[in-house]
């Protein structure tokens, strides 16, 4: 498991990037951009922890995460356009 926790990632440019099972808890995403890269990939976010993490204005639209991945309260996955994906 890598561990961002409490990481500061404000703006960076993170498409793509395979943060499965990733410990994000408290880290500052602020403006990040975690949504599809430049040929179609997405972020992979099944099983990370995002608790309390700061997601304002991030980029989420295309990541992929599960029902293993724990957002920050209030968050909506929906709303960020991000994609169920769960194993087959």
Excluded: H, V
């Excluded at 498409?15 to 995403?29: E, H, M, R, S, Y």
């Amino acid at each position: 498991m890598t561990n961002l926790s409490g990481a500061r990632s404000e703006g960076t440019q993170l498409q793509g990037t395979d943060l499965k099972k990733a410990n994000l808890t408290n880290a500052n995403l602020r403006n990040a951009n975690l949504g599809r890269d430049n040929l179609g990939g997405s972020t992979q976010l099944q099983g990370a922890i995002l608790t309390g993490a700061n997601l304002r204005f991030a980029n989420l639209e295309g990541a992929e995460y599960d029902a293993k991945t724990i957002f920050p309260e209030k968050f909506s996955p929906q709303e960020a356009k991000m994609i169920l994906r769960e194993k087959s």
